[in-house]
C-alpha cells in the first residue's frame, strides 16, 4: 500500500484508483478506539494531494459499520484525569473532521449498526448507502454522556429538526427511515452493485474537479454572499485553465472519453 500508513486498526484495499477502508473488529462491533481514530488521521493526512485515490469507502467487517465510541476506553478514562479526558475526545474530533474534508469522494457503506459515533462518521461522508437491515441510533444519552463531537456533523447533514430529535430521543432508525430524514441516499439490497454504481459515476469525473468542489461545498457557508461569488468564480477560473479543463473541455467537443475515464 504505497504511501499509505499501515495500522492494525484498519485495512486497506486499494484497486483501480479506489480505497476501501475496513474497520476490523466485527466482534466488537467495531468500534472507534483511541487506535482506530489515530490511524483514521494518519490515513486522511496520506491522502492529501493523491489524486490517483478517486475515492474512498468505509466499511465494518461482520455486516457491522461501527457502534460508535470504544465504551472499554471510556471506562478506562475514567481512572484518568479530566484533561486527559478532554484529549481523548478533541483525537476523535479531529478524525471525523479529517474525514469531512478528505479531497476524495467519499462513501459511507452502513451495514448492521451505525450507531452513536458511528452514526457521526456515517455523517461525515459525501455519499451513504446503507443496507436495507441497517439500523442507526444517537445512543448516548441512553447512557449519561452527550453526542459531542459528532453533534456538528449531524445537524450539518439532517438538519436542526431531525438531528435535535435523534439526539434527544436516542430513537433508532431502520434504513428507510435514515432515507427519509436525509441520513442515508440510498437503501440497497445489494451493497456491492451499489458500491460498483457509484465508483463508476465517481471515476467518470476529473479528480481535480471533485477535490476543487468539496474545498468549494465546505467553504461556501461561511461565506458572505458576495464572497461566495467571487470565490465560485475564482474557483471556475481555476479549474478551466488547469490541464484537466483543458482535457475535459477539448474531450467533450471531439467527442471522446476524457484522459482520467476509465477505458
Known amino acids: 500500500m504505497t504511501g499509505l500508513p499501515a495500522s492494525p486498526a484498519l485495512e486497506l484495499e486499494l484497486a483501480d484508483g479506489w480505497l476501501t477502508v475496513w474497520f476490523p473488529e466485527p ?45 472499554k476506553g471510556f471506562r478506562a478514562a475514567l481512572q484518568g484525569t479530566r484533561e486527559e479526558i478532554v484529549a481523548m475526545s478533541l483525537a476523535g474530533a479531529e478524525a471525523f473532521a479529517a474525514v469531512e474534508a478528505l479531497e476524495q469522494v467519499t462513501v459511507m457503506a452502513v451495514e448492521g449498526f451505525a450507531m452513536a459515533g458511528g452514526f457521526g462518521l ?27 463531537q459528532i453533534a456538528p456533523y449531524v445537524l450539518a447533514r439532517l438538519g436542526a429538526r431531525e438531528g435535535r430529535r435523534l439526539m434527544l430521543t436516542a430513537a433508532q432508525l431502520d434504513a428507510e427511515g435514515a432515507k427519509a430524514g436525509g441520513l442515508a441516499d440510498e437503501v440497497t439490497e445489494d451493497m456491492e452493485a451499489s458500491l460498483a454504481r457509484i465508483r463508476a459515476a465517481v471515476l467518470a469525473c476529473g479528480p481535480g474537479a471533485l477535490a476543487a468542489t468539496k474545498a468549494l461545498i465546505r467553504a461556501l457557508p461561511d461565506r458572505s454572499r458576495g464572497e461566495a461569488r467571487e470565490a465560485a468564480a475564482h474557483a471556475f477560473a481555476d479549474a478551466l485553465l488547469s490541464e484537466e479543463g483543458r482535457e475535459g473541455v477539448a474531450s467533450f467537443l471531439e467527442k471522446r472519453k476524457p484522459s482520467w475515464a476509465p477505458r
Open 27 to 71: 466482534e466488537a462491533r467495531n468500534p472507534l478506539t483511541a487506535a482506530r481514530v489515530a490511524a483514521l488521521v494518519a490515513l486522511c493526512e496520506a491522502l492529501k494531494g493523491r489524486r490517483d485515490v478517486r475515492g474512498v469507502t468505509f466499511r465494518g467487517r461482520g455486516g457491522v459499520f461501527c457502534a460508535g465510541g470504544d465504551l
Open 122 to 148: 456515517a455523517c461525515c461522508g459525501d455519499v451513504v448507502i446503507a443496507h436495507r437491515e441497517a439500523r442507526f441510533a444517537l445512543t448516548e444519552a441512553r447512557i449519561g454522556i452527550v453526542p459531542a
